[in-house]
């Protein structure tokens, strides 16, 4: 099976500062990796994802993330973050060679400060 | 508008009173799964099902049945719930297991078993 581990539970910011979610996974042949946003009182959202190709990936919401396979990381960035960013971020992986699973993080409560 | 409906969204019962949370997708998707999401553990997978009457299990799934007997239907049966699968539960679907696609996930159920 796979494994995901988000290093930081909470990350406190303020408004306008940049901000990186950290993000590694178990090695693999190959893996799928994936962003998901959870707003309050709210199911999951997807932020990005990565299959292949360009390494470094963007997605909504100014949100953008780089694969770096010799580190087996997906860290999670935002240039200058707004209140509204506030949220639970959750790292994803699926790969086709552990079944057909989706495996999580154990999430990070990001909070910008005003 | 397409999208994942859960019901109940909040749901407080007693330990070995049987109940059924349904999810429904409208997207004709292939691919549903449900998730159990607790406090430093993040999201878990129970029960997943790839087509019509094809169901796997997932990390977590003792304590829980499902079922597909509809493509857009898949409910999670709980016959005996315990006070330990007090928890936030939430369907996902996808369009089929490639383990790229986008999960669209339902708002979630909060359930209380005391």
């Known amino acids: 099976a796979q494994s995901v581990t988000q290093l930081d539970s909470q990350v406190p910011v303020f408004e306008e500062a940049p901000v990186e979610l950290r993000c590694n996974y178990s090695?693999?042949?190959?893996?799928?990796l994936f962003w998901y946003v959870q707003y309050p009182n709210q199911g999951l959202q997807l932020l990005l994802k990565y299959l292949s190709g360009s390494t470094l990936v963007k997605g909504i919401n100014g949100f953008e993330a780089e694969f770096n396979k010799s580190q087996t990381s997906f860290h999670l960035r935002k240039p200058s973050v707004h209140i509204s960013d506030t949220a639970e971020y959750f790292c994803?992986?699926?790969?086709?060679?552990?079944?057909?699973?989706?495996?999580f993080g154990t999430g990070t409560s990001l909070t910008v400060i005003p | 508008e397409a999208q994942v409906t859960q019901n109940p969204r909040y749901l407080i019962t007693v330990t070995g009173k049987k109940l059924t949370v349904t999810c429904s997708q409208n997207?004709?998707?292939?691919?549903m799964s449900w998730y159990r999401q607790d406090p430093g553990l993040g999201l878990r997978q129970i029960y997943y099902s790839m087509n019509v009457e094809v169901t796997d299990k997932g990390d977590v799934p003792e304590g829980y049945k499902v079922s597909r007997k509809e493509k857009r239907n898949f409910p999670l049966i709980l016959e005996s719930p315990s006070p330990n699968q007090t928890s936030l539960y939430f369907c996902?679907?996808?369009?089929?297991?490639?383990?790229?696609?986008?999960?669209?996930f339902g708002p979630g159920t909060r359930l209380t078993v005391l």
């Open positions: 996902a679907s996808t369009p089929n297991w490639a383990g790229t696609d986008t999960q669209y």
């Open positions: 994803a992986v699926s790969s086709p060679n552990t079944g057909n699973q989706f495996y």
């Open positions: 090695s693999s042949v190959s893996v799928y």
């Open positions: 997207m004709n998707h292939e691919y």
